[in-house]
């Protein structure tokens, strides 16, 4: 305890003040003055150790009324021993008389030498306790000054949808994936304060929103629904703690070209009717890109072609199915006057009936 220091001043509360509300101005100061919020400032330093001091003396009933005797004024409110007040309140009045007066009645000495026994006491248990508080002060100093580390956390998983073909989704591939995750601010480095004041790039969260790009491998034979794990890429662990993992939902999207059996591949190709009865070389698609194929002279609609190794790989030999190509025969709409001529001298010239083996069937 040191008289020199007014210890409702530091608080900023009166004599009169009860618990509640000295409680209530310590737990703004510390929180105002406390070395995690004021890094490295050693004013801040020494008022949170006054704040302290004041604290631990005035919320104690006893010591708050030995300071209060050593100050000049003595708040009886907080006092538990009511006889202990009343000697309190004596002995303070008896200071101020003329040293003559006492002298006067041998009572009032007798009453004077109990109270310095009784003050004499109190001053010693209150040294012994203020002994105990210095230390316990210096083990909170040195806790503050290393203070523990807060338990690691790990950040959320996020998840995103991927879509690709059929035949990614057999053969594996590789895509670009934009993502939106939570990372450390890049200016408060996720102190969340810069200078004492809130950090006004995170808004003193610690944490912002990013985009980011990533190539990721998609692996041979994926199923629709599928999900892949990619380690680390979600959001930011706190405290140390790991990222969260960033998993991708695959979708297949339907060819409108292609059927699969195994790794075989079907197709169907419409021709011309002059192409069906000339025979013709065309290009068709296929899984790897456009390919050609021939078309024999009389071809028929509905005939079919196997065109080797241009199905899908077989992952576990590398062995590649066969393509087979449908063909069907479409005419042209809008066929002008000569077009039109030029089939009826067609059919003069030939005289070809399709239906003539079907069966009538009563």
Request: with cysteine.
């Amino acid at each position: 305890m040191n008289k020199d220091k007014d210890y409702y001043k530091i608080l900023e509360i009166t004599h009169s003040a009860d618990k509640k509300e000295i409680k209530k101005a310590y737990r703004q100061l510390a929180r105002k003055f406390h070395p995690d919020i004021n890094p490295g400032n050693k004013l801040c330093e020494v008022k949170f150790k006054e704040v302290g001091e004041a604290f631990s003396i005035l919320n104690d009933d006893k010591k708050r009324l030995q300071y209060d005797i050593l100050k000049g004024f003595i708040n009886t409110k907080t006092a538990d021993n009511e006889q202990t007040k009343s000697q309190a309140s004596k002995a303070y009045s008896g200071q101020k008389q003329d040293s003559k007066n006492r002298e006067q009645k041998v009572t009032k000495k007798k009453q004077y030498k109990q109270f310095d026994v009784n003050f004499n006491d109190i001053l010693k248990g209150f040294t012994e306790k203020f002994s105990k508080f210095e230390e316990k002060s210096s083990q909170q100093n040195k806790s503050t000054k290393e203070p523990q580390k807060p338990t690691a956390k790990k950040g959320e998983d996020i998840q995103t949808d991927v879509n690709i073909t059929v035949t990614e989704a057999h053969n594996g591939t590789v895509r670009k994936v934009n993502i939106l995750r939570i990372d450390m601010c890049p200016k408060c480095k996720g102190k969340r304060i810069i200078n004492y004041i809130s950090c006004n790039n995170c808004n003193g969260k610690g944490e912002v929103s990013i985009h980011k790009q990533l190539n990721v491998k998609i692996p041979p034979k994926v199923k629709e629904g599928s999900k892949i794990r990619i380690t680390g890429e979600g959001n930011k662990g706190t405290n140390g703690g790991e990222n969260g993992d960033l998993f991708l939902l695959v979708h297949i999207l339907k060819s409108s070209n292609f059927t699969f059996d195994g790794i075989n591949v079907h197709c169907e190709v419409p021709i011309t009717p002059t192409e069906a009865a000339l025979g013709a070389e065309i290009q068709i698609p296929s899984i790897d890109g456009f390919i050609n194929m021939k078309i024999p002279p009389e071809t028929r609609s509905g005939q079919k072609f196997k065109l080797a190794g241009e199905g899908l790989p077989d992952v576990n030999t590398g062995r590649r199915g066969d393509q087979i190509a449908s063909v069907r025969i479409e005419l042209p709409s809008n066929l002008n006057e000569k077009e039109k001529e030029l089939y009826r001298e067609l059919a003069k010239l030939r005289k070809f009936n399709p239906r003539e083996h079907m069966i009538f069937e009563k």
